[in-house]
């Protein structure tokens, strides 16, 4: 009966009043210890400044993944288990989403885990890692943690990864990482270029592993992109990672997964294995991974507010890449760290400098519609943009 | 209204009908291998398995903690740097709660991380690993894996580690793992005696880390135990682990920390997994944290349950080693596999094999008072009374 009124009633007010039912009661039965806690957290908080840093999403995931969520922690007996028994659904969910075998699929905390298992696994001192000078920085500082050389391949012109560069850095090397989209640039390469890349690193340089991180996919609107989940399943050289961390709205569930060659995930997986798994994060992501029209609406929402953002830029006379993420890369044509200090003055928090572009780009990542209205409004006011402009 | 268990279940559980399906999983790992051999699903659907294999709570997160977990769903969205309570926050709470500072704590995703990162850090070709025989497996196969020397070893008659050997293999090593209590002995090692044998490593030994790993601690009872926290914050290079997966009842949340000197916690804040807490658990291991009642009740009823299911087994005449944890290791005169498979039979799960005592010796970890009754009928009619008792033990032989 509650499902069904979760179901057709939601909204986060309603959740949050689901979620805390038992707040008096429990309160009424314990007051010594904890009540503080209950009670402090049922008193209006200080306002939260708006969190478009992260690149989060700002939703979460789904009523159905909440139902799920109260099912398994029911009797507090399953947080208190060791996941090993509820893996093997997980990896069958993702393997039928893709059309996949389980043994093609490995989990870790985070997809950050899985990125850093393979520079584990296929870099070396000897067989550097190759990256973006400017992508997404988790390979790159595991690597300078073991001792792995980095080969820092720095954007073109048009703020893109260079891909033929990158290919050709990458002959001898242990694993190439490519983040499509790319993290903070927001842009993609299109299906075919990832096609002829992997194509030419395979024959340049066979023993190198390709690292692709698609921690945006879920974002993406431009028809010429395409997961290469195909070929990693195929290819023993070529990793595919993903995320529950966006579109799905689970970043502090702390959940990826990569998708390969069964003899690459198994070695992936016999480095950490499922350690570092929580059993509530497994089961959001199974009752995720079945609600398709969640993501479908989650990515409709995403697009909405990403237009309405990059508009408001360009009226206001400042362009942003071709996001096709939940970020924008704007140049601001100022340090960022200005911007950045005097929106936070505003309740508006913006991402950190990203070298070499901290003079002139920031990355803004999207809220919701209602909160970019709001941020819009600081950013107007942070870059003098006159109310006509906006 | 006292709360029960039950009412707390109808709050977070209005849903719950029955058990979720348990699916078997493929060949995922060697602690898993080990947790799933012989564990087939429940088919009937009747009489749940009781599951005494992986030294878990039977009882789970208490209510404060489950219902701090529910409540900051709307967060699950939330890096744990963000979230409400965030990571700092746990930080700070765990250093309140052991009277250090923050910078004394690294977190971990579960103490599993903690150990693996020890090794990486301390460990190499040329500066080995010393563990105790049986003891917690996670260091020396993350030891094998990086290409580390293990030495180890063996425990002594009474299933206690052998300190004094340990001390000498220490000489160079890169890292000793001091697990106290050991897993899966069962036995504890006294505050003076820690003391004594940290202060001899670092004596003969002073570039060789100790990690006292100390995920049984809420369970001990024993007066001459006290944590090695203080060891800890006085020596570079010596660090305790803990856990929230045993007394918190957190294993599936994963939360686990290391305390100690500022420098060292950099070393395992540099190692750790990026974002390698849950933003929910960290809500729940706050309240957990201040909810200190909950552990001494959880301890209380561990300690009833360990003192029935030791006297059931020496009723039958089976030696049980004196246990400070929340399992006991058995002498059961036969090979632990074939006890494991005949108990699993009756969905009763035990633990898997220790070797070099894989022969003898069977861990079974205590779940609740009444599923110790029931397990017991299955250990009764597998094991039967012990004949021709009083012979020498695998351990006395040594």
């Known amino acids: 009966m509650l499902r069904t009124e979760d179901a057709m009633a939601f909204t986060r007010r309603a959740m949050v009043k689901t979620l805390g039912l038992g707040g008096a009661a429990l309160v009424a039965a314990r007051r010594d210890a904890w009540a503080g806690l209950v009670e402090g957290a049922a008193a209006s908080p200080p306002v939260r400044p708006l969190l478009l840093h992260n690149n989060e999403n700002p939703l979460g995931p789904g009523p159905a993944a909440l139902d799920a969520l109260r099912a398994a922690l029911g009797q507090g007996e399953s947080a208190g288990r060791y996941v090993f028994r509820n893996l093997d659904e997980l990896h069958q969910t993702i393997a039928g989403k893709f059309g996949i075998k389980p043994e093609n699929v490995v989990t870790g905390c985070g997809s950050t885990q899985i990125l850093r298992e393979a520079v584990q696994l296929f870099t070396s001192p000897t067989r550097p890692l190759v990256a973006g000078e400017l992508t997404y920085e988790e390979c790159a500082g595991y690597a300078e943690l073991i001792g792995t050389p980095v080969r820092a391949i720095p954007l073109d012109r048009s703020l893109n990864l260079d891909l033929d560069a990158m290919a050709e850095a990458a002959k001898g090397a242990g694993v190439v990482f490519l983040n499509n989209p790319n993290n903070p640039t927001a842009m993609l390469h299109p299906a075919a270029a990832v096609t002829a890349f992997i194509e030419r690193v395979g024959k340049s340089s066979p023993e190198t592993t390709i690292l692709l991180d698609e921690a945006y996919h879920d974002y993406v609107t431009d028809t010429a992109h395409k997961t290469q989940i195909p070929v990693a399943v195929q290819n023993p050289r070529v990793i595919v990672a993903r995320t529950f961390s966006k579109a799905y709205g689970m970043a502090g569930m702390r959940l990826g997964y ?3 060659h069964p003899d690459t995930i198994k070695k992936l997986d016999a480095w950490e294995g499922a350690a570092a798994l929580n059993v509530a994060s497994i089961v959001v992501a199974i009752a995720s991974l079945k609600d398709q029209p969640r993501l479908d609406a989650e990515r409709d929402r995403n697009t909405q507010v990403r237009q309405f953002t990059i508009d408001w830029f360009k009226k206001a006379g400042f362009a942003s890449t071709n996001s096709q993420t939940n970020f924008l890369f704007v140049n601001i044509g100022r340090p960022a760290k200005e911007f950045r200090d005097a929106c936070r003055a505003q309740g508006v928090l913006v991402a950190r400098d990203f070298p070499p572009f901290e003079k002139t780009h920031v990355r803004i990542s999207m ?8 941020a819009v409004e600081v950013f107007g006011k942070v870059l003098g943009v006159k109310a006509k402009a906006a | 209204m006292p709360l029960s268990r039950r009412s707390f279940l109808n709050v977070v559980s209005p849903l719950r009908t029955g058990p979720l399906p348990v699916s078997l999983m493929a060949a995922r790992g060697r602690e898993a291998d080990f947790a799933l051999g012989g564990s087939p699903p ?34 699950a969205g939330r890096y744990p740097t963000n979230a409400r309570p965030s990571v700092a926050d746990l930080r700070e709470a765990i250093a309140r709660r052991q009277s250090v500072r923050p910078e004394n704590v690294a977190l971990g995703s579960g103490s599993w991380e903690i150990l693996a990162s020890a090794v990486r ?10 563990t105790a025989s049986p003891s917690f497996e996670s260091p020396e196969r993350v030891a094998e894996q990086l290409g580390t020397p293990v030495k180890r070893v063996p425990v002594d008659k009474d299933g206690r580690l052998d300190l004094d050997k340990m001390a000498q293999a220490a000489r160079w090593a890169g890292l000793v793992f001091f697990c106290n209590p050991n897993n899966p002995t069962s036995t504890v090692h006294s505050a003076k005696a820690v003391a004594e044998f940290v202060a001899r490593v670092r004596r003969e030994s002073p570039e060789t880390a100790i990690l006292i790993d100390e995920a049984y601690h809420d369970y001990v009872t024993d007066p001459g135990y006290a944590t090695a926290l203080g060891l800890a914050l006085e020596h570079p290079n010596v660090f305790v682990a803990r856990t929230l997966s045993k007394a918190y009842g957190m294993a599936g949340l994963r939360v686990g920390y290391a305390i100690g000197q500022p420098r060292t916690i950099e070393a395992f804040n540099r190692w750790a997994i990026t974002f390698n807490q849950n933003s929910l658990t960290v809500a729940a291991a706050v309240a957990s944290l201040g909810d200190p009642a909950h552990i001494d009740a959880e301890r209380a009823r561990n300690t009833e349950v360990r ?3 030791t006297r059931f087994f020496e009723g039958l005449g089976y030696r049980v080693l004196p246990s400070q944890t929340n399992f006991v290791f058995v002498e059961i005169g036969r090979p632990s596999k074939e006890f494991k498979e005949a108990c699993a039979k009756h969905k009763v799960m035990v633990g898997r094999e220790f070797p070099p005592l894989e022969k003898t010796y069977a861990r079974v970890s205590l779940g609740t008072l009444d599923e110790m009754k029931r397990a017991n009928h299955v250990f009764t009619e597998v094991l039967g009374k012990r004949t021709g008792g009083g012979g020498a033990s695998a351990l006395a032989q040594k």
């Open chain 2, 121 to 130: 850090i301390y460990t190499s070709s040329s500066r080995h690993l010393v």
């Open chain 2, 307 to 309: 003192q029935f299911t």
């Open chain 2, 42 to 75: 429940d088919a009937t659907g009747d009489g749940a398995e009781i599951r005494i294999d992986s030294n878990e709570n039977p009882l789970g997160p208490g209510p404060a903690a489950l219902e701090a977990f529910v409540r900051s769903f709307p967060d």
């Open chain 1, 258 to 260: 990569g998708i390969g």
């Open chain 1, 367 to 374: 809220g919701t519609m209602d909160e970019m209205k709001r």
